[in-house]
Nanobody
């Protein structure tokens, strides 16, 4: 059974940085496209970034493009989301999700991902 575990969340001031990790276990990460989603209180879940299983093709939400970077290390079964220049609107629970898709593309639609982690809280506050 595929399992995903997020870590790295916390409290950070506006303008600060955080690095989130998603560790995959049960099956090789190389078989999966991975995405990060976030949900703030009272808001709809938003796709933040994704990375394909093949060729590491990435996509980002407009709100984070240029500030966030997603990467993967298949040898360590880990996907990292580096978040810089954080602002108040980045606050939320960040979850990683996986889909077994061996294409050089990925999507930011939650319904495409059958496997999810529990999430990690990111709070941006002064």
């Amino acid at each position: 059974q595929l399992q995903l575990a997020e870590s790295g969340g916390g409290l950070v001031q506006p303008g600060g940085s955080l690095s989130l990790s998603c560790v995959v276990s049960g099956f090789p990460l190389s078989r999966y496209a991975i995405a990060w989603f976030r949900q703030a209180p009272g808001k709809v879940r938003e796709g933040v970034s994704c990375i394909s299983a093949r060729d590491d093709v990435t996509d980002y939400a407009r709100s984070v493009k240029g500030r966030f970077t997603i990467s993967r290390d298949n040898a360590k079964n880990t996907v990292t989301l580096q978040m810089n220049s954080l602002n108040l609107e980045d606050t939320g629970v960040y979850s990683c999700a996986a889909v077994p898709r061996l294409f050089n593309s990925c999507v930011l639609r939650g319904r495409e991902y059958p496997s999810w982690g529990q999430g990690t809280q990111v709070t941006v506050s002064s």
